[in-house]
């Protein structure tokens, strides 16, 4: 006669959920080991990171952001070179003056104007695409941990907004170097000498800043068109329309305070560097008006806010 326990002991384990009578428990603890596997950090940035480059809106939008800061840097070397011809009535010199080092640095940061909006425009695809095409769901269905995968995505989004913002600036850098080679040059002052790292590697933060921000813009809206509106209204119209309204009424002085913290403001501000021509007191004065470090901390406000309120969004937000 068998053994009664034996039996026992040889007898399947059903799983309810799933209604598999065959597997026993070493199999589901396999399955939920197994569960575990796409849920690493690393993991999900990599995964974020091809997501990111398989997106063919992504290449023409960094191709053409390198295009326009090159074609600007080219451009604005032509135009300094050629002033540099004239003197204060206008009229032409057969010997050039001396070009400010700080003009070669200005150029430099005013060159990357277009690779802002282009690369946070890259920034809101890499979201709301998702969304737009409903692969959001599989996305979550892989890393279920929302706010683990709205991080990866911001560190994805990080890497490749410092990286090609890095290459395009140091390439427009060399490029002025390269056609104001041959003219007088005069060096940075004493307050000017970290300048080239400020544009440089601050710059390189910064673009990763206003990307972040409109990734959290992207991730509020999550419609695509709404969020590259929204995101040109705030970085580009923002500081115009403010303007507008200073200019209609001097009385209205919080509309020349506001146009002061907008994005592209202390964008401006702080890649200014601790230049005269950015000191606080040759600005319109107001109640508070921020230097170049103070820009920088600004954004980075600007960017956790919006970051924050995006991440929270999307973990407490329906998928549909």
């Given at each position: 006669?068998?053994?009664?326990t034996?039996?026992?002991a040889?007898k399947?384990?059903q799983?309810?959920?799933?209604g598999?009578?065959n597997?026993?428990?070493?199999?589901?603890?396999?399955?939920?080991?197994?569960?575990?596997?796409h849920?690493?950090?690393?993991?999900?940035?990599?995964?974020?990171l091809?997501?990111?480059f398989?997106i063919?809106?992504?290449w023409?939008?960094?191709?053409?952001?390198?295009l326009?800061?090159?074609?600007?840097?080219a451009m604005?070397?032509?135009s300094v070179?050629?002033?540099?011809?004239?003197?204060?009535?206008?009229k032409?010199?057969?010997?050039?003056?001396?070009?400010?080092r700080?003009?070669?640095?200005?150029c430099v940061?005013?060159s990357m104007?277009f690779?802002f909006i282009l690369?946070?425009?890259v920034a809101i695809?890499?979201?709301?695409g998702e969304y737009?095409?409903?692969s959001v769901?599989?996305?979550?269905?892989?890393?279920p941990?929302?706010?683990?995968f709205?991080?990866a995505?911001?560190?994805?989004v990080?890497?490749?907004?410092?990286?090609?913002?890095?290459?395009?600036?140091?390439v427009?850098?060399?490029?002025?170097?390269?056609?104001l080679?041959?003219?007088?040059?005069?060096?940075?002052?004493?307050?000017?000498?970290?300048?080239?790292l400020i544009v440089?590697?601050?710059?390189?933060?910064?673009?990763?800043?206003?990307?972040?921000?409109?990734?959290g813009?992207?991730?509020m809206l999550?419609?695509?068109?709404?969020g590259?509106?929204?995101?040109i209204?705030?970085?580009?119209?923002s500081?115009?329309?403010?303007?507008?309204?200073?200019g209609?009424?001097?009385?209205?002085?919080?509309a020349?305070e506001?146009s002061?913290l907008?994005p592209?403001?202390?964008?401006?501000?702080?890649?200014?560097?601790?230049s005269?021509?950015?000191a606080?007191s040759?600005?319109p004065?107001?109640?508070f008006?921020?230097n170049?470090?103070?820009?920088?901390?600004?954004?980075?406000a600007?960017?956790?806010?919006?970051?924050i309120?995006?991440?929270?969004?999307?973990r407490?937000?329906?998928?549909?």
């Amino acid at each position: 006669m068998p053994n009664a326990t034996n039996a026992t002991a040889e007898k399947p384990v059903q799983n309810h959920r799933s209604g598999n009578i065959n597997q026993r428990p070493k199999d589901l603890n396999q399955n939920r080991s197994m569960a575990h596997v796409h849920l690493s950090f690393l993991g999900s940035i990599r995964a974020e990171l091809l997501k990111l480059f398989s997106i063919a809106s992504t290449w023409w939008l960094s191709a053409i952001s390198v295009l326009l800061t090159v074609g600007f840097a080219a451009m604005f070397a032509w135009s300094v070179k050629q002033e540099s011809h004239y003197d204060a009535r206008g009229k032409w010199m057969a010997t050039a003056a001396p070009i400010p080092r700080t003009e070669l640095f200005n150029c430099v940061a005013q060159s990357m104007a277009f690779a802002f909006i282009l690369i946070g425009v890259v920034a809101i695809l890499s979201i709301t695409g998702e969304y737009g095409t409903s692969s959001v769901q599989m996305s979550l269905v892989v890393n279920p941990r929302r706010v683990m995968f709205m991080n990866a995505k911001a560190v994805a989004v990080a890497i490749y907004s410092f990286v090609l913002s890095l290459v395009m600036l140091l390439v427009s850098w060399g490029l002025l170097e390269a056609m104001l080679s041959g003219s007088k040059q005069t060096p940075l002052g004493s307050k000017e000498r970290w300048l080239p790292l400020i544009v440089v590697l601050g710059g390189a933060a910064m673009v990763t800043l206003v990307a972040e921000f409109a990734l959290g813009l992207g991730a509020m809206l999550r419609s695509t068109a709404g969020g590259v509106v929204v995101f040109i209204a705030i970085y580009t119209m923002s500081t115009s329309i403010l303007g507008i309204i200073y200019g209609l009424s001097k009385h209205m002085q919080w509309a020349m305070e506001l146009s002061n913290l907008m994005p592209s403001s202390l964008v401006d501000t702080f890649m200014s560097g601790p230049s005269p021509v950015s000191a606080p007191s040759q600005l319109p004065k107001g109640w508070f008006v921020p230097n170049w470090w103070q820009s920088g901390l600004l954004m980075l406000a600007w960017a956790a806010v919006f970051y924050i309120v995006g991440t929270f969004i999307v973990r407490k937000r329906d998928v549909k």
